[in-house]
């Protein structure tokens, strides 16, 4: 999910449809061809040319906006292409990836609209090059697991690198069941209702195609330096834990995100061409938006080091059994919450256990734990008028304001429950 806020744009904003399925090629490198084998284009060995470990680095930007967005993720891309640039094809070339899905220019989600995967770079001249590298069916959604990881997969094997991260754009609703967000209600009469899938979304005539968290996760083929989550609730301790086997880093937001998102102009400055710096892209992303006015003025952002959140695991089970019974009646309007309108599925973490009645001591230790996973966190003091009193930098379920259906979800389908038993 995104919250649809126009603010001044950092760019032109419109890009054009046929950039995602049309190869424009400036230029082609022979290893490009060649899969980087040692042999020339023609298939020949050539004496005393091998190659080592690579040293590049590979940035894949899914843009998964088929749906309300299209219009700003159109803009993000034309942003990205007027940023910093890998210059040319070679085996030691820096990549950027993207792997794009829009609204047709007629806007009708009906219309038939194929995903696209295409490689973006500057040629010598500082033009701009897309080769496009695959194109799906028309009716293939791009928020499903198997589109996902057939170009992670091709990536991979076709851009040996040192290294590679994604950044993930579209409508998302953290841990929670597809379509939950908007229509609770048929969820509760309904518990037999699904499946249940919480990020992307490629919208339909007849409602929306959407992605189990779980199904995210199983689609990276490959370990990820990191994971920038461009979409709103996602800074929820669920998902980060979620990816702890698979990204070093996790960027996200527990509340929503403005609909023009990171800033893509200068985010490969600090992802390609170096030891890639997620921390950065968060840090650039709240410094924009903390520097606005009004309503404007609004962001959370969280970078967490998911595979350190051992010890967070290991206090926060301890406590969630110690005050079970009173996280299981606290009232919701004492907690601090990252959520409008009655929205009540995402809750400051240390909040609930603070007003669970922790101890010193134990706040202490839970401090602690939160300190050894997160790397960054930054909040403005407002966010579309909640007041953001406290801060932990994750987002949690509370059980108290949830139900038994969301209960039973959260017991069959989220690992950090199966992992602290915060529900039982």
């Given at each position: 999910?995104?919250?649809?806020?126009?603010?001044?744009?950092?760019?032109?904003?419109?890009?054009?449809?046929?950039?995602?399925?049309?190869?424009?090629?400036?230029?082609?490198?022979?290893?490009?061809?060649?899969?980087?084998?040692?042999?020339?284009?023609?298939?020949?060995?050539?004496?005393?040319?091998?190659?080592?470990?690579?040293?590049?680095?590979?940035?894949?930007?899914?843009?998964?906006?088929?749906?309300?967005?299209?219009?700003?993720?159109?803009?993000?891309?034309?942003?990205?292409?007027?940023?910093?640039?890998?210059?040319?094809?070679?085996?030691?070339?820096?990549?950027?990836?993207?792997?794009?899905?829009?609204?047709?220019?007629?806007?009708?989600?009906?219309?038939?609209?194929?995903?696209?995967?295409?490689?973006?770079?500057?040629?010598?001249?500082?033009?701009?090059?897309?080769?496009?590298?695959?194109?799906?069916?028309?009716?293939?959604?791009?928020?499903?697991?198997?589109?996902?990881?057939?170009?992670?997969?091709?990536?991979?094997?076709?851009?040996?690198?040192?290294?590679?991260?994604?950044?993930?754009?579209?409508?998302?609703?953290?841990?929670?069941?597809?379509?939950?967000?908007?229509?609770?209600?048929?969820?509760?009469?309904?518990?037999?209702?699904?499946?249940?899938?919480?990020?992307?979304?490629?919208?339909?005539?007849?409602?929306?195609?959407?992605?189990?968290?779980?199904?995210?996760?199983?689609?990276?083929?490959?370990?990820?330096?990191?994971?920038?989550?461009?979409?709103?609730?996602?800074?929820?301790?669920?998902?980060?834990?979620?990816f702890r086997d698979i990204a070093d880093v996790v960027g996200f937001s527990p509340a929503e995100v403005l609909a023009n998102g990171f800033m893509y102009d200068?985010?490969?400055?600090?992802?390609?061409?170096?030891?890639?710096?997620?921390?950065?892209?968060?840090?650039?992303?709240?410094?924009?938006?903390?520097?606005?006015?009004?309503?404007?003025?609004?962001?959370?952002?969280?970078?967490?080091?998911?595979?350190?959140?051992?010890?967070?695991?290991?206090?926060?089970?301890?406590?969630?059994?110690?005050?079970?019974?009173?996280?299981?009646?606290?009232?919701?309007?004492?907690?601090?919450?990252?959520?409008?309108?009655?929205?009540?599925?995402?809750?400051?973490?240390?909040?609930?256990?603070?007003?669970?009645?922790?101890?010193?001591?134990?706040?202490?230790?839970?401090?602690?734990?939160?300190?050894?996973?997160?790397?960054?966190?930054?909040?403005?003091?407002?966010?579309?008028?909640?007041?953001?009193?406290?801060?932990?930098?994750?987002?949690?379920?509370?059980?108290?304001?949830?139900?038994?259906?969301?209960?039973?979800?959260?017991?069959?389908?989220?690992?950090?429950?199966?992992?602290?038993?915060?529900?039982?």
């Amino acid at each position: 999910m995104y919250v649809i806020v126009r603010i001044m744009s950092k760019s032109p904003i419109w890009i054009s449809l046929i950039l995602l399925v049309v190869s424009v090629s400036c230029f082609k490198d022979p290893n490009f061809e060649s899969g980087f084998s040692g042999e020339d284009s023609g298939g020949r060995s050539v004496p005393g040319r091998s190659y080592s470990e690579p040293s590049r680095r590979v940035m894949v930007m899914i843009s998964a906006g088929f749906n309300s967005l299209s219009g700003y993720l159109s803009s993000d891309l034309e942003e990205l292409s007027e940023g910093k640039l890998p210059v040319g094809t070679s085996y030691s070339s820096d990549v950027l990836m993207v792997l794009s899905r829009t609204v047709t220019s007629s806007g009708q989600y009906g219309d038939p609209s194929p995903a696209a995967l295409y490689r973006l770079y500057a040629d010598f001249s500082g033009n701009v090059c897309r080769d496009t590298l695959m194109v799906w069916d028309a009716e293939t959604p791009l928020s499903r697991g198997q589109t996902i990881r057939e170009a992670l997969t091709f990536v991979q094997s076709r851009f040996p690198a040192k290294g590679y991260g994604v950044v993930f754009s579209s409508h998302a609703s953290g841990w929670l069941p597809a379509g939950y967000y908007a229509s609770p209600e048929s969820y509760e009469k309904a518990p037999s209702a699904g499946p249940y899938r919480s990020i992307g979304q490629d919208k339909t005539a007849t409602g929306g195609i959407e992605m189990e968290l779980s199904e995210f996760a199983q689609a990276i083929p490959m370990h990820l330096d990191y994971l920038l989550i461009d979409a709103c609730l996602s800074g929820c301790v669920e998902v980060a834990y979620a990816f702890r086997d698979i990204a070093d880093v996790v960027g996200f937001s527990p509340a929503e995100v403005l609909a023009n998102g990171f800033m893509y102009d200068v985010i490969t400055t600090h992802l390609l061409g170096k030891e890639p710096d997620p921390v950065s892209v968060c840090r650039d992303y709240f410094e924009y938006y903390d520097a606005q006015s009004g309503n404007n003025r609004s962001a959370t952002i969280t970078a967490v080091t998911p595979g350190r959140m051992g010890p967070l695991v290991q206090v926060c089970k301890e406590l969630f059994e110690k005050y079970r019974s009173a996280i299981r009646t606290l009232p919701g309007g004492t907690v601090q919450g990252y959520f409008r309108f009655d929205h009540h599925y995402f809750y400051d973490l240390k909040d609930i256990l603070l007003k669970a009645g922790i101890n010193s001591e134990e706040e202490a230790r839970l401090d602690a734990a939160l300190e050894e996973c997160i790397l960054y966190k930054a909040a403005t003091p407002y966010f579309l008028g909640i007041p953001i009193r406290i801060y932990s930098g994750l987002s949690m379920y509370l059980p108290s304001r949830g139900s038994a259906f969301l209960d039973q979800f959260y017991k069959t389908q989220i690992d950090w429950n199966n992992a602290t038993e915060l529900v039982k």
